[in-house]
């Protein structure tokens, strides 16, 4: 079973960027398509990003297309979300998913917060 545990969460001022982390416990990373959600307050869980196992395939949430990039690197067994121009609407905790067939495996979470 991976493991997955996200990093680099804070609070930044709108426009402002951050860069988020999940690392993977798992020797076969590669085989995940690996993705980003986020739950903002009061509010149910999203789909932000998701990325093919090779990395060739990257989808968005239409929210943050032109803001976000996800990435991976599967030597490092980690995949990265680096977030520009950062709204208030962005501010949740963004969890780190790992998808293997049917099955889904999630980190506990960064909170992410942006002040206006």
């Known amino acids: 079973q991976v493991q997955l545990v996200e990093s680099g969460g804070g609070l930044v001022q709108a426009g402002g960027s951050l860069r988020l982390s999940c690392a993977a416990s798992?020797?076969?990373?590669?085989?995940?398509?690996m993705g980003w959600f986020r739950q903002a307050p009061g509010k149910a869980r999203e789909f932000v990003a998701r990325?093919?196992?090779?990395?060739?395939?990257?989808n968005y949430v239409d929210s943050v297309k032109g803001r976000f990039t996800i990435s991976r690197d599967n030597a490092k067994n980690t995949m990265y979300l680096q977030m520009n121009s950062l709204k208030p609407e962005d501010t949740a905790v963004y969890y780190c998913?790992?998808?293997?067939?049917?099955?889904?495996?999630w980190g506990k979470g960064t909170l992410v917060t942006v002040s206006s």
């Open positions: 990325i093919s196992w090779s990395g060739g395939t990257t």
């Open positions: 798992e020797r076969t990373f590669s085989s995940y398509t």
């Open positions: 998913n790992a998808r293997l067939g049917v099955i889904d495996y």
